[in-house]
């Protein structure tokens, strides 16, 4: 069936450093992928998308790229911040509006 | 602003007490769905909706119901409760058709099950 594959957590990194935080995913026909990210004590929120192979979604300062060649979405930025701490989740969508998640990655980023 | 909004946010309730965790979104949003999210487990639909009265299973839907009666709101309902229901529950809502449609969480409700 379909799925995603996140990296295990926690991603322990300093300010400023580079981050990337892998994701695979397996489905049939032609899915379009996400990030959301949930904060600690909230829900999650979209934080980037990307609909066709090629794509790349961008948003404050974190970009991902549809792969369809290695079936991928590695989330990237290239200077964490603090306030960037929180879960990351990748997900595809697949038929009608069915999302389906990763097991979420934890980032821990320390002054 | 658009919101979905759950209550409670917190509850811990009794073996076999039957409780209610509602959500309601002010987007007019055909399709809602109910989530739980435990660790190692990342999310997994409990229930989904397409539209009033239109309600369907997700992949984890024993133990669960719902029901759809007005666009707004969406309650999961746990006729008995027990332990393995203990988990962070979150409702969402979207918009119907498109690809990359956005979708919209509730805060999460964390229900623990003693």
């Known amino acids: 069936g379909n799925s995603v594959t996140q990296m295990e957590g926690p991603v322990t990194l300093s300010e400023e450093a580079f981050l990337t935080i892998n994701c695979t995913y397996t489905?049939?026909?032609?899915?379009?992928l996400f990030w959301y990210v949930q904060y600690p004590g909230e829900g999650l929120q979209l934080l980037l998308k990307?609909?066709?192979?090629?794509d790349k979604g961008s948003n404050k300062g974190f970009e991902a790229t549809y792969r369809k060649e290695t079936t991928s979405f590695h989330l990237e930025k290239g200077s964490v911040q603090v306030s960037d701490s929180a879960v990351y989740f990748c997900?595809?969508?697949?038929?009608?509006?069915?999302?389906?998640f990763g097991t979420g990655t934890r980032l821990l980023v320390s002054p | 602003e658009a919101q979905v909004t759950q209550n409670p946010r917190y509850l811990i309730t009794v073996t076999g007490k039957k409780l209610t965790v509602t959500c309601s979104q002010n987007?007019?949003?055909?399709?809602m769905s109910w989530y739980r999210q435990d660790p190692g487990l990342g999310l997994r639909q409990i229930y989904y909706?397409?539209?009033?009265?239109?309600?369907d299973k997700g992949d984890v839907p024993e133990g669960y119901k719902v029901s759809r009666k007005e666009k707004r709101n969406f309650p999961l309902i746990l006729e008995s409760p027990s332990p393995n229901q203990t988990s962070l529950y979150f409702c969402?809502?979207?918009?119907?058709?498109?690809?990359?449609?956005?979708?919209?969480f509730g805060q999460g409700t964390r229900l623990t099950v003693v």
């Open positions: 997900a595809l969508i697949t038929g009608f509006q069915k999302l389906v």
């Open positions: 489905a049939t026909g032609y899915p379009s």
């Open positions: 990307a609909t066709k192979a090629d």
């Open positions: 987007m007019n949003h055909e399709y």
């Open positions: 909706s397409m539209n009033v009265e239109v309600t």
């Open positions: 969402a809502t979207a918009e119907i058709g498109g690809r990359g449609t956005e979708a919209f």
